[in-house]
Structures are given as structure tokens and as C-alpha cells.
């Protein structure tokens, strides 16, 4: 899913929010490289190289803004980063929450999407009458590579 820089522009105008180059910028890093899984500083990395002038902590901020509008999650990979992607504001309507598939060798982070969390989550609601506002699946294995590697069986 590439960037739809028309679609943030809209989004930032009706959250009442100036349409700024770093605010630009940082959805077009988190864009082109989408399986990543960005630190703040792998952002201001590739940021840096458009925008020379830009400053870590402006980047942190623009993170912290977009986090609170909800145009980017942050996630927990275990590995000791805090990571961000593109948020759920982005995703087609048609399309389902991602979640991620983690390789416990070599730790490569994949993104699958699937909607069997959702018939979950209708059903605890209807049982617990908890109400669930979000859900975040990391499922643990070996990829194609690793299972060469070890007995997956």
C-alpha cells in the first residue's frame, strides 16, 4: 500500500492540522518502506536524505501527532525497538487488520492479513460483555529459510 498523499492531505485538513513537509515526509518513509517496521530513527534516516534540514526531535514529534491521530501504530517486535507502520486509517475498507509473523531464528517480521480476530473479538463481547477496542497478533515460528535449519515437526 503506497502512500496516498492526496488522501493524508484530506485527513490532516479535517483533523483541523496544517499540512506540513515533515508530516509529509514521515508518512512517505513509513509508505516506501512499509515491511519494515521503522524505528524513529531509521525514519529520520530516510528523512534526513529529502529533508537535510529536518531534526530528530521534529520527527518525534510528527511520530507522537500521527500516533495520536491514529494514522500510525506503534508495535512491539520483541526485539527491543519500538517500531511504527502505517495505521489502520490507511487500509481499503475491504481489507482486514494486519498482523505480524515473526521468525524466532533469524527474526524476520512478516505482515499477513486475516480477519478470524474480528469473529473472536464478537464473540468475547457477546460473552463478557467486554468491549475491545484493538487487537495485536504476533505469531512465533520459523520462515521458509530458518525451517531448512530445524526440525519444525
Given at each position: 500500500?503506497?502512500?496516498?498523499?492526496?488522501?493524508?492531505?484530506?485527513?490532516?485538513?479535517?483533523?483541523?492540522?496544517?499540512?506540513?513537509?515533515?508530516?509529509?515526509?514521515?508518512?512517505?518513509?513509513?509508505?516506501?518502506?512499509?515491511?519494515?517496521?521503522?524505528?524513529?530513527?531509521?525514519?529520520?534516516?530516510?528523512?534526513?536524505?529529502?529533508?537535510?534540514?529536518?531534526?530528530?526531535?521534529?520527527v518525534?514529534?510528527?511520530?507522537?501527532?500521527?500516533?495520536?491521530?491514529?494514522?500510525?501504530?506503534?508495535?512491539?517486535?520483541?526485539?527491543?525497538?519500538?517500531?511504527?507502520?502505517?495505521?489502520?486509517?490507511?487500509?481499503?475498507?475491504d481489507?482486514?487488520h494486519?498482523?505480524?509473523?515473526?521468525?524466532?531464528?533469524?527474526?524476520?517480521?512478516?505482515?499477513?492479513?486475516?480477519?478470524?480476530?474480528?469473529?473472536?473479538?464478537?464473540?468475547?463481547?457477546?460473552?463478557?460483555?467486554?468491549?475491545?477496542?484493538?487487537?495485536?497478533?504476533?505469531?512465533?515460528?520459523?520462515?521458509?529459510?530458518?525451517?531448512?535449519?530445524?526440525?519444525?515437526?
Amino acid at each position: 500500500m503506497q502512500l496516498d498523499r492526496e488522501k493524508f492531505i484530506r485527513l490532516l485538513r479535517e483533523k483541523g492540522l496544517k499540512v506540513t513537509t515533515q508530516r509529509l515526509a514521515v508518512l512517505t518513509a513509513l509508505s516506501k518502506k512499509q515491511d519494515s517496521h521503522l524505528t524513529a530513527e531509521e525514519i529520520y534516516e530516510l528523512v534526513k536524505v529529502e529533508s537535510p534540514d529536518i531534526g530528530l526531535a521534529t520527527v518525534y514529534r510528527t511520530i507522537q501527532m500521527l500516533l495520536e491521530l491514529k494514522i500510525v501504530d506503534r508495535i512491539y517486535l520483541d526485539d527491543g525497538y519500538v517500531r511504527y507502520e502505517l495505521g489502520h486509517v490507511y487500509e481499503d475498507e475491504d481489507s482486514h487488520h494486519h498482523h505480524h509473523l515473526i521468525c524466532v531464528k533469524c527474526g524476520r517480521v512478516m505482515s499477513f492479513q486475516g480477519d478470524l480476530m474480528e469473529e473472536f473479538e464478537k464473540r468475547m463481547e457477546e460473552k463478557t460483555g467486554f468491549f475491545i477496542q484493538d487487537h495485536d497478533v504476533k505469531l512465533y515460528g520459523y520462515c521458509v529459510d530458518c525451517q531448512k535449519d530445524v526440525d519444525v515437526k
